[in-house]
């Protein structure tokens, strides 16, 4: 190592800034054997930090000004000497190591502190003045209630001393001077009941004071806010203290760690119920009307009783109730726990939203006339859609499927006279029971039509006793008059087999002879028919919110959802809100029966109405209700109400379940689509009748509308035919069909519908094996055949027998085996056959145990198709 490394320890270019406050040298170190070390050596001043403004903070050295000080300055030159010296101070927060987001978010927090801090003072003041208020009410009202009692005690003290003065005075006329006294001392106590103040005598009554008339009331103190003391909290307090940091370190005392905007508002909450509590007073319970449904959670009764959901499973377990927050409980043990807690239980149930849905009783002021519903009834092709045709002036028969109707029509008709009437025609197929159910059910009168050449037929019979359950008059109109072998009165009397007795019979119910080919006695019918419904006096209220009865519903493709509805009362206007059973909507368009568009429809007005969310069930109850929230709520309460007993068990017995074990039963699955609801519900209820207890049809699925996709995805899944009625597949569903190969069949007659799933379910049955008894013979000798095979020696005893019958070979009555004749032989030759009375040998196939005395028996068998 040479000299010359002293000068290498040289740190370079001094850092650039305003102030130095480390100032660097060199010192070398000796050692022994001659050696030397430099070292550089730092020298740091100590900073003294201070107030922007103070002494020292601007000028940290004294050696800045060599210029003596002078003298000090008088009090008004002071400001001119400090006034530069708020320049220098901006360099502040450098110098006290805060950065500008430190500075910035410190001034927000104190700003904000202030301003809480002033928003605290102002409620503070207004508390104080409210209270300050309500104390001054209740000195007042105190000082007017003693003003008022001294008020009475000072008459009635006075009246005492009139009463003694009195009697003073009959005593001793002579004590007049008293009695001038007495006056004297009133006047001088009423001068300080009228609230004057008398100078003090000066002679020696003096020393006794005046009575007071005013209870002293101590003044009201305002409650003054507390202020912190800043004293007590000194450095013990770590909390508001804070961590400590450099920051801290280097900055001044007033830099110290505030309160958080939290903490303070967790105070003026803790302060403000404190205030609204009322301090430790025990407040007093509120008891609470609890509604309680049919079935609650014991979580949803503590919230509605504003109790404490521990507090209610306690009260359970001492019940002997084990349970927990979120288990359920019934109305009944809900009950027990609102009056153990002094509540009021106000019980409710889910069928609560049905209240009101049925209406109110008209008044009969406002009952107004209506036109009379008449339903025609009777057997299929006995005349009925004809005869309405001809009332209506229509060809309704010609657009028929098969020239039978299989939908439920309304129409309205006009007479010449100016009179409406309205007509329901109801299928006459055995398939259709329930419309024609229905059809007597919504109507006044019901026609009766029966053809004069044909007779009673079942579904006349079946529609007699619905109109009898219905209630209804009837008149028999007696249609084909004008056929050659037509005979009225053959109907008349088969009538009274029914218990119904005409007019010209004796009895109360009227008949008419009618041809509606011929169109003849069709005003006579009218002409009863307005007699009949002007001797019922039928009458309804049209100024009401509309209640009528589904008469069909459909699905059409480009309308959606389509109801025939019957009004019974009220008027149905575009824009009601309504419930049909499980749906609900708003009318958006009224159709009458000549397609007509109309803005509303009056009592006995049949109309299609557009606008439903989903296609009800044919029968179902319209009412219109007063906004859409209470339809939808109902109609989710159908719907729930529905689902649960479609979807609920039947109860069985152990029988029951035993024997459906035992039972095989063939099930044939299908699926039924079709345009209105009558009919599928008539296609359903007549295949589920076909059933028998071999085979029986399950329906997978049934609706209104087109074929879709949907329908043959269902269908694919269980290799079931799907059944199209008046109704066709979309583009989509008919590719998805042909792929997944599943039978898509369509009709639009019921009949061949009924009779072609019927050949399908006797398909599906094994042949029915008939047995055919062809001789017996009985066995007299038994030959070897062969070397394993036994021969029988038979004589005939009946019938015959021939070579390859089947035969049973009996033995006291048991049958030993079944087989069939080999060989069948006599005198040697073989035969063909051997009748009775005669004797032969046979070898029997596949058996040898044959004994002398065993019958046998032959027969033939033969299988035939299962019929249902």
């Known amino acids: 190592m040479s000299d010359s490394k002293e000068d ?24 022994s054997h001659g050696r030397k070390n430099t070292v550089v050596v730092e020298v740091k001043r100590r900073r003294i930090l201070g107030k922007p403004g103070e002494a020292g903070h601007a000028a940290p050295e004294p050696q800045a000004d060599p210029t003596p000080a002078p003298a000090p300055a008088p009090a008004p030159q002071q400001p001119q000497a400090r ?20 500075l910035q978010a410190k001034l927000l927090r104190e700003a904000e502190e202030a301003r809480m801090n002033a928003l605290e003072e102002a409620r503070r003041r207004e508390d104080a003045q409210r209270i300050a208020a309500t104390e001054e009410e209740k000195r007042r009202a105190e000082d007017n209630r003693v003003a008022a009692e001294a008020a009475e005690a000072e008459a009635a003290r006075q009246a005492e001393e009139s009463a003694k003065a009195a009697e003073t005075a009959a005593q001793a ?78 900055a001044d005392d007033d830099s110290a760690r505030a309160r958080s905007l939290a903490a303070l508002k967790r105070a003026r ?54 349970v927990t ?170 009538l009274l087999e029914h218990e119904i007795v005409v007019e010209d019979m004796g009895g109360d119910v009227q008949d008419v002879q009618v041809s509606a080919l011929k169109k003849t006695g069709l005003d006579e019918l009218i002409e009863k028919i307005l007699l009949q419904a002007e001797v019922m006096e039928l009458t309804a209220n049209p100024d009401r919110a509309a209640e009528g009865n589904v008469i069909e519903a459909q699905l059409d493709k480009g309308r959606g959802a389509v109801a025939t509805v019957l009004v019974r009362k009220g008027t149905l206007k575009i824009g009601d809100t309504f419930v049909i059973g499980s ?9 009458n029966d000549k397609g007509q568009n109309v803005k509303a429809a009056g009592p006995s007005t049949p109309v299609e109405i557009l606008g439903l969310s989903g296609v009800p069930m044919a029968g179902d109850q319209l009412t219109v209700v007063e906004n859409e929230a209470r339809a939808r709520e109902v109609a989710a309460y159908r719907q729930e109400q529905a689902t649960k007993k479609r979807t609920t068990a039947a109860p069985t017995s152990f029988e029951h379940m035993f024997s459906a074990l035992n039972t095989k039963v063939i099930e044939y699955p299908v699926v039924v689509k079709g345009d209105v609801q009558g009919s599928v519900e008539a296609i359903v209820s007549s295949l589920n009748r076909i059933s028998t207890d071999e085979i029986k049809v399950r329906i997978l699925h049934s609706g209104v509308g087109a074929i879709t996709e949907s329908d043959v995805t269902l269908a694919a899944a269980s290799r079931a035919p799907l059944i199209g009625f008046n109704v066709r597949p979309n583009a989509k569903a008919r590719q998805l069909a042909e792929r997944e190969k599943i039978s898509l069949r369509y009709y ?31 066995v007299l000798q038994v030959f070897p055949a062969g070397k394993k095979d036994k021969a029988a020696g038979l004589l005939v005893l009946d019938g015959i027998i021939r070579k390859g019958l089947a035969a049973r070979l009996t033995r006291d009555d048991v049958i030993v085996s079944r087989t069939h004749i080999a ?23 596949d058996t040898n145990d044959i004994k002398v005395g065993d019958t046998l028996e032959l027969f033939e068998v033969e299988e035939r198709a299962r019929t249902l």
């Open 583 to 591: 749906e609900s909507g708003k009318v958006r368009a009224l159709i």
């Open 823 to 845: 060989s069948l032989r006599r005198f040697k030759d073989d035969v063909s056959e051997v009748r009775a009375g005669m004797e032969c040998g046979a070898v029997l196939q």
């Open 269 to 322: 909450e803790k302060e403000r119920r404190a205030h609204y509590s009322g301090g430790a007073q025990p407040r007093e319970k509120q008891v609470r009307d609890v509604v309680v449904p049919e079935s609650i959670t014991v979580q949803e009764l503590a919230n509605r009783m504003a109790e404490k959901g521990a507090d209610l499973v306690k009260a359970l377990f001492k019940m002997g109730t084990a």
């Open 748 to 778: 639009d007659v019921i009949y061949d519908l009924l009779e072609e799933v019927r050949g399908e379910m006797a398909g599906q049955l094994a042949p029915e094996r008939i047995e055919t008894i062809v001789g017996r013979a009985e």
């Open 173 to 250: 006329p002579a004590a007049a001077p008293v009695e001038e006294a007495a006056p004297a001392a009133t006047v001088s106590e009423e001068a300080p009941a009228a609230g004057e103040q008398k100078p003090a005598a000066t002679n020696g009554a003096s020393a006794v004071p005046p009575p007071r008339r005013f209870t002293p009331v101590a003044p009201v103190k305002r409650p003054e806010p507390a202020k912190p003391d800043r004293a007590k909290r000194g450095d013990d307090n770590r909390r508001q203290a804070g961590k400590l940091t450099v920051t801290r370190a280097l």
């Open 83 to 102: 006034a530069p010296q708020p320049a220098p101070a901006r360099p502040a927060p450098p110098q006290s190591l805060m950065s500008r987001q430190e």
């Open 325 to 494: 927050l979120n288990q359920p409980i019934d109305q009944d043990t809900a009950e027990l726990l609102v009056e153990e807690f002094g509540h009021r239980i106000q019980r409710v149930s889910d069928a609560d939203v049905e209240i009101g849905m049925e209406g109110e009783v008209d008044a009969p002021e406002t009952l107004k006339p209506r036109a009379p519903v008449v339903t025609i009834m009777g057997h299929v092709d006995h005349g009925k859609t004809s005869l309405l045709d001809a009332l209506r002036g229509t060809d309704v028969v010609a657009g028929e499927s098969g020239g039978i109707t299989q939908h439920i029509g309304a129409y309205q008709v006009t007479t010449k006279g100016g009179d409406v009437i309205t007509f329901l025609d109801t299928p006459g197929h055995e398939a259709f029971s329930e419309m024609r159910a229905r059809g007597a059910n919504v109507t006044d009168i019901v026609i009766l039509v029966v053809a004069a050449d044909d007779g009673l037929m079942p579904q006349t019979i079946e529609a007699i006793n619905h109109t009898k359950a219905a209630g209804v008059p009837m008149i028999v109109a007696i249609n084909k008059v004008d056929k050659p072998e037509a005979n009225p009165q053959k109907v008349r009397e088969r």
């Open 8 to 31: 290498k320890p040289v740190l370079g270019r001094k850092p650039l800034g305003i102030k130095r406050t480390v100032e660097s040298g060199q010192v070398q170190q000796q050692f």
